[in-house]
């Protein structure tokens, strides 16, 4: 089983792009209709024999959905240069796998969305490359960024659909697919 995670503030281009592209044993969760606290910092979870985060709120739900699926799929609209906010603290939750290595071997994967064209967007998909990579070392996920979609070139931003013929974003789905699935 998969894990589709959907770091999108509302459920529309991030959200409908990955239901296009999850199996239907996959499971797709959508960040905004959860409840998950910032991180406190406290490093308890680096201490605790379990290795398990103080804060009971949703983020618990998500750890159990993580440790069941093969694979990650993230997907974040771009706001002021990096991933969401919500999708950025999801994130920071992470920090009870650093002492337990429960990632390790697991492949993590994202893809973007952003309102500018490809090429005003490569510095920030190069920081996103990198910061996920650099987190790699103490949380030991494989990662791959899989694609950075571009809706800079539409009046509606919110719309993939017209952003890309869809020949081209079906070509696009199917190249997708068959990373997932390598």
């Keep these: 089983m998969n894990l589709y995670i959907c770091g ?3 459920k529309h281009n991030s959200y409908n792009f990955l239901k296009r592209i999850k199996e239907d044993d996959d499971t797709l969760i959508s960040l905004d209709e959860l409840n998950i606290k910032n991180c ?13 985060c103080v804060l ?18 993230i997907m974040s609209p771009i706001y002021m240069n990096f991933i969401t906010g ?18 390790k ?23 996103l490359d990198s910061y996920f ?7 030991y996920f494989d990662f791959e960024y899989l694609y950075n979609f571009s809706s800079g070139d539409i009046i509606d931003v919110d719309d993939i659909n017209k952003t890309y013929d869809q020949e ?11 990373k997932i699935n390598e």
Excluded: W
Aim: aromatic share 4%.
């Design 86 to 103: 919500i999708l950025k603290n999801v994130i920071d939750r992470f920090n009870p796998y650093c002492a337990s290595e429960k990632l």
């Design 40 to 52: 406190l910092g406290c490093n308890a979870c680096q201490i605790n024999e379990a290795n398990s």
């Design 168 to 178: 081209k974003l079906d070509e696009i789905i199917e190249n997708i697919k068959k």
């Design 133 to 139: 990579k650099g987190i790699t070392e103490f949380l």
């Design 105 to 127: 071997g697991k492949k993590i994967m994202l893809l973007t969305v952003g309102q500018m064209g490809e090429e005003d967007q490569k510095e920030v998909v190069d920081t």
């Design 56 to 73: 009971n709120d949703d983020m618990q739900k998500v750890y159990e959905l993580i440790e069941k699926s093969d694979k990650i799929i």
């Design 8 to 10: 999108s503030n509302r």
